[in-house]
């Protein structure tokens, strides 16, 4: 705009003039024009980021907790927050090792027992231990620390989508559908379903006279089925019931469960 008010400001002297001016504006015009090009290129990478991170997978966190754990509410109060946010599927699996010690948790389940056991190997860790998260099927931390989650949910979040992965239920079957891969890998195919709130009066144990209030209790968690990558995935499952569930794909690791590559609601 600079160069165009000086030339504007001008009075020409004669139709030379004239016409030389005419031929300034041009040029400058069309040095401008390649100016402003790289910024519209880079506008639209700007708006090309932004509608990945809007189809980024929601970040995956297992609680794995108990009612006979003198611990665990703080971390099932952390839980009840993190069910709220739309960038986050949480999962509360409550074990059953403490139930030897006056309360049998009324949500156990060996099987989640299992499943952080398995958790455990793959991480090479000696022992398992209530109130734990894990996030992204990876990242081990205490179920109460909410700065250390909250970092490690940034984390996972700003990462570029593996896969995208859809789930659409229609009356008694679910379509599961994702894009084949540029590179294979094992991985396989969960359902889980969960009840999104439950409040339990303890009446024994290390929590006993205490009401905690849970959320989104798993109350199963199914491999419905492999997948390598190579070729699309497109599935279809039974599923009945009233209860939400979520679509998880989760690489297989050497010893146990690998990294969650994508995670999708059912709708």
Known sequence: MGLIHRISSSKPQSATLALASRRAVLAGMLRLCALAAPLIAAGGIWGADRAAAQERSPVVIELYTSQGCSSCPPADALMRDLAKRADVIALSLHVDYWDYIGWKDKFADPAFTARQRAYARQAKHRSIYTPQMIVGGTDHVVGTHAKDVA??????????????????????????????????????????????????KILRGENAGRTVDYANIVTEWSRVGEWDGRAPLMMDVKIGGDAPAVVIVQEVAKRGPGAILAAARVK
């Not at 995208?164 to 889980?192: F, I, N």
């Open 151 to 200: 970092a490690l949910i940034a984390r996972h979040g700003a990462k570029a989508p593996a896969l995208t992965l859809s789930a659409a239920r229609s009356g008694a079957r679910m379509q599961v559908s994702a894009p084949a891969l540029r590179a294979s890998r094992p991985m396989v195919v969960q359902v889980v379903r969960y009840t999104p709130s439950a409040s339990v």
